[in-house]
């Protein structure tokens, strides 16, 4: 296992992520062990989730994704954006590239300063109008997946007391 790796903190959208050059370096071992402890905030890099790019005859650069649980994902959206920069950035590519992900091939484009466009992948398994019971209420929600799981809902109040525990109960939900 390598124990010294280089690695660049970038952050999109509102996430950050620990991003890993695997094309020009080798990887460090990346279990879900380690993954929980690079991305524990206060006691390592911290991050929402850990990007490694890695090399493929399909696109431009793979793009491989793990939450900060260590839990591996097709794709996230800011992620994508932040690993076509570094691609970019790193010399892999130009402004111009495609992304391979779990959830396909991607477009992505870097734009004037510094901004980056990347295809989304094409929503699938929607379902409306779920009624989800919480702790103290039913929430009515809408599922998609578009590279991972998302859970849709009206909010009315964003200063509401309950919103945080909530969206915490919803993103762990069964159903």
Do not use: Y
């Not at 399909?58 to 793990?66: F, Y």
């Amino acid at each position: 296992m390598n124990s010294l790796f280089s690695f660049w903190k970038m952050a999109g959208g509102g996430n950050d992520f620990i991003m890993l050059d695997g094309v020009s370096q080798n990887l460090p071992e990346l279990g879900p062990e380690r993954i929980r402890r690079l991305c524990s905030r206060g006691m390592s890099i911290g991050a929402d989730g850990l990007i490694a790019l890695v090399p493929t005859d399909r696109a431009s650069v793979r793009m491989l994704h793990w939450n900060a649980d260590g839990g591996a994902n097709d794709f996230c959206g800011n992620g994508a954006r932040c690993a076509a920069r570094l691609a970019c950035e790193a010399g892999l590519c130009g402004a111009a590239l495609t992304l391979e992900t779990g959830a396909g091939v991607l477009k992505a484009e870097i734009l004037e300063r510094g901004t980056v466009r990347v295809q989304m992948p094409a929503p699938r398994d929607l379902a409306r109008g779920l009624r989800l019971p919480l702790p103290h209420r039913e929430v009515e929600a809408d599922f998609v997946r578009i590279g991972v799981p998302h859970i849709v809902t009206e909010v009315v109040d964003l200063g509401s007391a309950g919103l945080l525990s909530e969206g915490a109960a919803l993103r762990r939900h069964p159903a």
